[in-house]
Nanobody, 127 residues
């Protein structure tokens, strides 16, 4: 059973940067698609970014709202995924979740395509 633990969230000013980490254990990390989702208070969980497993060439995809500002990456040796966030905006405020899919290798974007989820880390962007 894979376990995912996010870290790196916090309070940052508009225009600032944060790097989220997602440490994995107990699963087939290298071949899994890894995604980041977020949920703002009162909002629905939404896709942020994904990086595919090794057989996909670690292809990446981003939500339009974060494209050019966020970068997803992974270190298979450390079994850790990252989300580098730059030029943060108030609308980026949310709880951020990482997720892993054992069923899909590619850049999947729907939450039902993921099998494991972390507990979330809060990101607050103040203006």
């Amino acid at each position: 059973q894979m376990q995912l633990v996010e870290s790196g969230g916090g309070l940052v000013q508009v225009g600032g940067s944060l790097r989220l980490s997602c440490a994995s254990s107990g699963g087939t990390f290298g071949s899994d698609a890894l995604g980041w989702f977020r949920q703002a208070p009162g909002g629905r969980r939404e896709f942020v970014a994904v990086i595919g497993g090794r057989w996909s060439g670690h292809t990446t995809s981003y939500a339009d709202s974060v494209k050019g500002r966020f970068t997803i990456s992974r270190d298979n040796a450390k079994e850790t995924a990252y989300l580098q966030m730059k030029n943060l905006k108030p609308e980026d405020t949310a709880t951020y979740y990482c997720a892993a899919s054992e069923r899909y290798e590619g850049a999947v974007k729907l939450d039902w395509q993921y099998d494991y989820w972390g507990q979330g880390t809060q990101v607050t962007v103040s203006s």
